[in-house]
Structure formats: structure tokens, C-alpha cells
């Protein structure tokens, strides 16, 4: 998760930065794209995560049974 904090943090300085150099309506387009983005990237990352967990305890049971002869 280390990895994707340091994406989110990046990425809100350079949204950050986007809105500070823009004007008006366009900045306030920048800031709800990036808005969408992080959350996608949130959920994606979740969901991610989740299914690696899955699959890491299907391949220790599966080692475990093959170790213990079965």
C-alpha cells in the first residue's frame, strides 16, 4: 500500500499545482477529474489488494497439503 500513498500523494501535488496556475471554471474542472481519478484508484487499489490476498491463501493451503502429504 506504500506505493499507491506515494501515487495518491503525488498525484494530488500535481492537482494541487494545476489549481493554482489555472483560472475559473477550468481549474474547478481539474480538481473534479482528479477528484474521479483518486477515487477509482482507491477502489481499484482495495479490490486489488483483496484478490491478492485470495489467491496468497489458496496457494499457502494448497502448499500446506502437498507438504503434509495429501
Known sequence: MDVSNAI?????????????????????EYVLIAAVVVGLLSTVSDQLSSSIG??????SSA????????
Open 8 to 28: 495518491l500523494k503525488s498525484f494530488c501535488k500535481i492537482c494541487s499545482r494545476l489549481y493554482r496556475e489555472e483560472k475559473g471554471a477550468s481549474a474547478i
Open 54 to 59: 485470495a489467491v496468497n491463501t489458496k496457494l
Open 63 to 70: 502448499v500446506s497439503t502437498i507438504n503434509s502429504g495429501g
